[in-house]
């Protein structure tokens, strides 16, 4: 099973633009999916985005048209490109695999912070 680790957070102003990096410590290349999920304080985790192994994605319907997730199976590293950001987007943001249709995300990274604020 990989392991993963997050990176890319920080702190920026509403209308500001962030990169998220998830570094995988084995291939990648055949995982299922993978995929960023968000923990605002208060609230359950949600699915942010997520990338199938062919390339398909998804988003939330919040971050449609801001957010672009993407994959580089040669540095073993997720990415999510961050623009036009909101104060609700403040958020711990975590990376995580998903094996298979039915299997649940495991592993997850640590997080890292995410927060907008003027």
């Known amino acids: 099973q990989v392991q993963l680790v997050e990176s890319g957070g920080g702190l920026v102003q509403p209308g500001g633009s962030l990169r998220l990096s998830c570094a995988a410590s084995g291939s990648i290349s055949s995982i299922y999916a993978m995929g960023w999920y968000r923990q605002a304080p208060g609230k359950q985790r949600a699915l942010v985005a997520s990338i199938m192994r062919g390339g398909s994605t998804n988003y939330a319907d919040s971050v449609k048209g801001r957010f672009t997730i993407s994959r580089d199976n040669a540095r073993n590293t997720v990415y999510l490109q961050m623009n036009s950001l909101k104060p609700e987007d403040t958020a711990v943001y975590y990376c995580?695999?998903?094996?298979?249709?039915?299997?649940?995300?495991?592993?997850w990274g640590q997080g890292t912070q995410v927060t907008v604020s003027s």
């Open positions: 995580s695999a998903k094996n298979g249709v039915h299997t649940p995300w495991d592993p």
